[in-house]
């Protein structure tokens, strides 16, 4: 339903109107003092939702609610529960709002923070922190047979030779990392241009997708999270344009970082 039908209102000033009235719209009523704008809005249009709302509780519930006046209408359709505030003011506090003069502002703190779901402003990738049980799944989910390979990012975008990360990658035992979208022998890096960005992601483990690679898949999910931070990859080792997987064991986008409070009602 997309508007509220008025049938015949005769509320105090307003002499048996018709009219229809977009819903989910900013509507404003004007006109000269006494022309029947409160008379509509609060008198008819508000009572009348909050009557039928109230008719719809419990007896019980009722008890505790005061109930408008029935306005003097022939027929309204299209109504939803309503909520009205008054002109003057209600509080003396300078930072009340709609939702704390009304006492919606708690339900909606709840409803936004088991419901709503972060992204990342610039990548617009959900914010979740995944368990590394949950990465070993996906993985595995994957075909079989399909030849996959895990990498840590350790740098991204950023300028500089990076000589010693590459020389400390491989003391460490590392034998491949991709630099720049290119998987080079870390024995034989290239020499990286001091002025542009770089990204270097450590090759940690490679693979064919099977059934019995979850010990395996763990290990080095949990190597390559320690390696980077906390971000891994998986890509396709046959086809380097397909979609690759990106895992976050924090709170944060995967792809650049961005982090926020995990949601919470307070």
């Not at 779901?117 to 590394?132: G, I, K, N, S």
């Not at 950023?158 to 590392?174: D, F, M, P, V």
């Not at 542009?196 to 099977?210: A, C, L, M, P």
């Not at 971000?231 to 982090?259: Q, R």
Request: charged letters at 30%.
């Amino acid at each position: 339903m997309d508007k509220i039908e008025v049938r015949g209102a005769r509320t105090h000033n307003l002499k048996n109107i018709n009219l229809v009235i977009p819903r989910d719209k900013l509507i404003v009523v004007t006109g000269l003092s006494g022309s029947g704008k409160s008379s509509l809005a609060f008198d008819t249009l508000y009572a009348e939702g909050q009557r039928r709302y109230v008719e719809s509780l419990s007896a019980y519930a009722r008890q505790f609610l005061s109930l408008m006046e029935k306005p003097d209408v022939d027929h309204i359709e299209g109504l939803s529960p309503a909520i009205s505030i008054e002109q003057k003011s209600t509080s003396h506090n300078p930072r009340s709002t709609v939702g704390t003069i009304t006492e919606i502002h708690d339900y909606l703190r709840l409803l936004y923070a088991r419901v709503g779901e972060p992204r990342c402003p610039d990548h617009d990738v959900p914010l979740a922190a995944q368990t590394v049980s949950q990465m070993v799944d996906n993985v595995l989910s994957q075909p079989e047979g399909k030849r996959l390979m895990l990498l840590a990012p350790i740098i991204k975008e950023r300028k500089g030779e990076h000589t010693k990360t590459l020389e400390n990658l491989a003391s460490q035992g590392y034998i491949r990392a991709r630099i720049d979208g290119e998987v080079c022998d870390l024995s034989d890096p290239p020499k990286l241009e001091l002025q542009k960005k770089h990204t270097i992601e450590v090759v940690v483990d490679r693979f064919k997708v099977r059934d019995d690679l979850t010990q395996r898949l763990a290990e080095s999910f949990e190597t390559a999270l320690e390696l980077s931070g906390g971000t891994a990859v998986v890509a396709d080792m046959d086809d380097p344009k397909a979609e690759e997987l990106l895992f976050s064991a924090n709170f944060a986008c995967p792809i650049c970082g961005y982090s926020m409070r995990e949601l919470e009602p307070r």
